[in-house]
């Protein structure tokens, strides 16, 4: 229940903006600079919750008028934990821990075509092991293939038991 813990808009974006201790709160007064947020009673974390509506309208504010990376640049600097909210692309093509680590991998998929998928999250014995399956091209895509082998199912009893919504 820390204050803040939110995602706020800025001018190009969402920035996530999360305050965990004590400690970090003296930061995020000086990179945001307003008044209000330096009244000596807000170090305490229990005096933050219950301000928060309080603190959320100041940080929302002075986010809106920030470039995300930016307000990131920011807040980081001071010590406040703080990062861009990204959506797939810039995620996929931008984000540098990905990309230092081959998080993300080339695949054709036979519905989709060319594209990236996302690798295993983890390395094994200092490898990253590759998935061998992309995700269905529809929801139970695949539900003949498993029905037939796990439970030997006839072709015909599958598609009445997805018919009968039996799968979902």
Known sequence: DHVPNEVYACA???VAVSITGDSQWPGL????????????????????QARRA??????????????AEAAV?????NGVPAGRGQNARPLAEEDVQHQ???????????????????????????????????????????NFDLWGELADLDPEAIADGMGDGLFS
């Open 29 to 48: 007064v000086a990179a945001v600079g307003a008044d209000v947020l330096q009244d000596p009673a807000l170090a305490s974390e229990a005096n933050r």
């Open 73 to 77: 640049a920011t807040l980081q600097a």
């Open 100 to 142: 230092a680590r081959a998080y993300w991998r080339p695949v054709t998929h036979e519905s989709f075509g060319e594209r990236v998928a996302d690798s295993f999250p983890a390395l094994w014995d200092g490898e990253r092991p590759v998935s061998q399956y992309l995700s269905p091209a529809f929801v139970g895509q695949h």
């Open 12 to 14: 190009d974006g969402f």
């Open 54 to 67: 309080e603190i959320d309208g100041v940080l929302r504010g002075w986010l809106s008028a920030q470039p």
